[in-house]
């Protein structure tokens, strides 16, 4: 009897203490982080069109090898609740609580809504070739199978944005329009060259409810993390200029020059955005 009635003790309190452990969530941290999670993007200022003086639009390379552009890459799996941008940015997509807009055809005038099975024919590896050896008769086939999207090789963003200058406030201020996932690879193991590909657009003031609710890391204080919205409205990112709106059908500076004379002619363009609010001021 005595042992019968250890028995169902022990039981009871391995059952109390699973119910007790099921019942408490596991927290990876000191405290529940909700800010994030709960943030709305800011409301941004109105512009008026008779305010806007001038105005330029130009596309912008981002590369994430680079080190202050690694945040937009890292981490590749998730870790604490933390993705990349482009894992969140397919999420999105998937759950359809995002537009994602053809790349190839309709390029950057977000006209021509994809979903998600679209997106992931852009990337071109859904399946791949393997050799299967039978087990039984030991002869040797080729097989296709599916394969996983090739996410880490998104390397590179271009960043569609209009830059103005707003009589009202006597700034010249910017606005993105628009984000663009590319992808660089190799066709085959042995080739030299890499191939840039553009997956999809997204359009901006669309996806900023998403980013405003994930969190990038903060090197310098985790407990201070920014969101993927701060950090495009507060410009932490580095870029150059591959093209800027003009009477050629907006073509790219890769166009009409190469090498030297297109870092060259990116700076130009650069230089003339920033030196317009300059050359309104007198000393």
């Not at 994030?36 to 409301?43: F, G, N, Q, Y």
């Not at 596309?59 to 890292?74: C, G, I, S, T």
């Not at 870790?79 to 990349?84: A, D, P, W, Y």
């Amino acid at each position: 009897m005595k042992k019968l009635l250890l028995v169902f003790t022990s039981v009871l309190i391995g059952a109390t203490s699973a119910n007790l452990l099921n019942a408490q969530p596991i927290i990876n941290a000191a405290y529940v982080k909700r800010t994030t999670i709960d943030r709305k993007p800011a409301p941004l200022p109105m512009v008026r069109e008779s305010d806007a003086v001038w105005s330029r639009t130009v596309w912008r390379l981002v590369d994430l090898r680079e080190k202050a552009n690694q945040h937009f890459y890292y981490p590749t799996r998730e870790i604490q609740g933390r993705s990349n941008l482009i894992n969140i940015l397919l999420k999105g997509v998937e759950g359809k609580t995002i537009t994602a807009f053809d790349a190839q055809y309709a390029d950057d005038e977000f006209k021509l809504p994809i979903d998600f099975n679209q997106v992931k024919q852009q990337f071109g590896d859904s399946v791949k070739a393997i050799k299967v050896t039978d087990i039984n008769t030991g002869d040797v086939r080729d097989s296709v199978i599916s394969a996983d999207m090739p996410i880490y090789q998104v390397k590179q963003l271009e960043v569609k944005e209009v830059w103005y200058f707003d009589k009202q406030k006597s700034t010249l201020q910017v606005r993105i329009l628009g984000i663009c996932p590319i992808r660089v690879y190799k066709k085959q193991e042995s080739d030299t060259a890499f191939v840039r590909k553009r997956l999809f657009w997204v359009y901006y003031p669309e996806i900023r409810p998403l980013l405003a609710r994930n969190e990038c890391l903060n090197e310098f204080n985790g407990a201070r993390s920014l969101s993927f919205d701060d950090v495009f409205l507060t410009r932490r990112f580095d870029g150059y200029i591959v093209k800027e709106e003009n009477t050629y059908n907006n073509r790219s500076i890769e166009q009409y020059a190469t090498g030297e004379y297109a870092a060259k002619e990116s700076d130009r363009i650069k230089n003339s955005i920033f030196n317009y609010e300059q050359d309104l001021w007198e000393y």
